[in-house]
C-alpha cells in the first residue's frame, strides 16, 4: 500500500500531524499565495453515504488550489446501484482523478480500497471507522483554542459508533493530553479503540456523568447520540438529555473551556452555548478547508515528485 | 500409557493427517474448522479428554485423505497452539510438523463486525493479524478474543 493514502488516524505520528498543521496555519495566514497552486489537477470525490460538510470542503479546498473536483454524485444514479463492487468502482475512478475522497457507509472501506488504487485516497468516514481528515481540523481548532500538550479533553457522546470520536482518541496519544471519555454505559469506545489507546500507554477515564470531570476540562469535545442506536423513543430521550450542555454547565467549568463538535448537532449543544466564547464548532468546521487544503497540496506534491 | 496406544484406541489411518496435542475440548472446533460434518463421506476418527504426557489431557483427530491447508494451520495455531500435525501415508507418520504462531490468519475466518467491508461481496478475502490475545480484522480493526474465535470460522 501506498504510504500517503491517509486512512486511519492510528497511522499518524506527531510530526505528520504537525506538518499539515502548520501548512494550514500558513494557509491561513495568506490564502491568495496559494491559488493555482495545484492548477491541472483533479480530485475524485465519492461519497457513498451523504455528506455536506465534508463533500464540500473537499470540494472547496481543492478548488482554493487551483484544481478542479468530479463528484461520483448519490450512489442511487451510478453504476453501485447495478450492483458494481466498491473495488471495482474506484479502480475505475482512479483513472480519471489524481486523488480521490472515499466515504462509505462499511468499516474498513477505505484500507480495501487502497488495495485497489495507486494515487492517493483520502477516508472521509468508513462507517464507524475512521475519520482523520475531522481529525485534523480537529486538533487544528484544539492547537489555536488550548494548545496540544498538558491539556485535559473530555470527549462526550456516542463513543462506539462515533467514527470521529475513533479518529481523535487515536491522534490525541501523540500528545500530552489526559483523555476523558463521557458517555452511556451502551456507547462507551469499542474494544478496539480501547486497545490502541492502551497499547499507546494514553491516559485515559472513562466517566457516565459529565459532572464528574467538567472542572477540570479545556476542551469539551461533544458528538450526537442517534435515535437509532436505542430501541425505544423514551430510553433514547432519557439517555440523550444526560449529554448536553447548556448555559448553566457552563458556569461550573473552566472560564477557558473549549466546546467543539464535529456537526451536525441536534439538541446536544443549547443554541445558548453559542453566544458564549466557549463555544468553537462553527470556526472548527471553517478549519475543515485549510486543513484540506493543507493535506491535499502534501498529497499531490508528494505524488509529483514521485513520478507518477 | 503411550503415544502408540493411544494411536491404537482411535484405529489408525491409512492416508491423511493425524491432528495430535488439541488442548482438550478443541475436537469440534478443529471438525468445524476443516469443514467436516460427515455429510461428505470423509473417515473420521475424534479422540477427547484423552490421557497425555504433555497436556494433562487432550483431543485427537484423525481425518483419512484430508492435508490441511496454510489458512487452517494457522487458525490451529492460534486456537491450539501444542498441536501437532502427523501426515500419513501408508500407515506412516511421513512429516511430523509443530506448527508456528502466524503473523496473520487469511480466510477461514468471518469478520464477527457484520458492517465491516469483508461482510460484502468485494473481491477480498478476510484477514486477521495475530495479537497476543487475539486476532484484530486488517480491515475494520475488530478485535475477536482467542475464546471466540471458533464461533467465527466460516463453514463450507
Redo the contacts between chains.
Sequence with gaps: MRQDHLISATQLSRADIEAVLNRAAEIDADPAAWHGRHSGSILGLCFFEPSTRTRMSFDTAMKRLGGRTIDMGAVESSSVKKGETLADTMRVLEGYADALVLRHPSEGAATMAAEFVDVPLVNAGDGAGQHPTQTLLDLYTIRENAGLDDITVGIMGDLKYGRTVHSLSAALTNFDVRQHFISPESLQIPRSVRYDLHESGAQVREHTHLDDVLAELDVLYVTRIQRERFPDENEYRKVAGEYRIDAADLERAKDSLTVLHPLPRVDEIAPEVDDTDAANYFEQAHNGVPIRMALLDGMLDADTEAGR | MTDADQELRVSKIRNGTVIDHLAAGQALNVLALLGIDGSGGEGVSVGMNVPSDTLATKDIVKVEDRELSQSEVDVLAVISPEATINIIREYDVIEKQRIDRPESVDGVLSCP?R??????????RTRFAV?EEGL????????IRESEITAHLTVT
Excluded: M
Design positions: 463486525n458492517n465491516c467491508i469483508t461482510t460484502g461481496d468485494e473481491p477480498i495479537l484484530r480484522c486488517h480491515y475494520c480493526g475488530e478485535i
